[in-house]
């Protein structure tokens, strides 16, 4: 199973960027997907996530800015990230939980990151 992460960059403060998240290799269903964040000296933080069924949790600091969805024909997730402001200059990393089989409970797998600058 692989993840694979695009759509970081550069933006001013105030703009927005969307992140994508493309699952591919043995995949029987996925549990859910999400995004976590970790900017220089901190620690990894979740950012938004979405289970299977459509329920989501989001940071309390990005919550009406972060806009979390999932394509499940594509086994996609995006993250719409609108207000940007320079705190949310970090590495944002792809997580889902995925089932490979039906004898499969399910692991974690994790993107390799994407850089996300906001600065003027």
């Known amino acids: 199973v692989q993840l694979v992460e695009s759509g970081g960059g550069l933006v001013q403060p105030g703009g927005s960027l969307r992140l994508s998240c493309a699952a591919s290799g043995s995949i029987f269903s996925i549990n859910a997907m999400g995004w976590y964040r970790q900017a220089p000296g901190k620690e990894r933080e979740l950012v938004a996530y979405?289970?299977?069924?459509?329920?989501?949790n989001y940071a309390d600091s990005v919550k009406c800015r972060f806009t979390i969805s999932i394509d499940n024909a594509k086994n996609t997730a995006y993250l719409q990230m609108d207000s940007l402001k320079p705190g949310d200059t970090a590495v944002y990393y792809c997580?889902?939980?995925?089932?490979?089989?039906?004898?499969?409970?399910?692991?974690?797998?994790w993107g390799q990151g994407t850089q996300v600058t906001v600065s003027s």
């Open positions: 979405m289970h299977k069924g459509g329920s989501t």
């Open positions: 997580n889902a939980n995925i089932v490979k089989n039906d004898d499969d409970v399910g692991h974690n797998y």
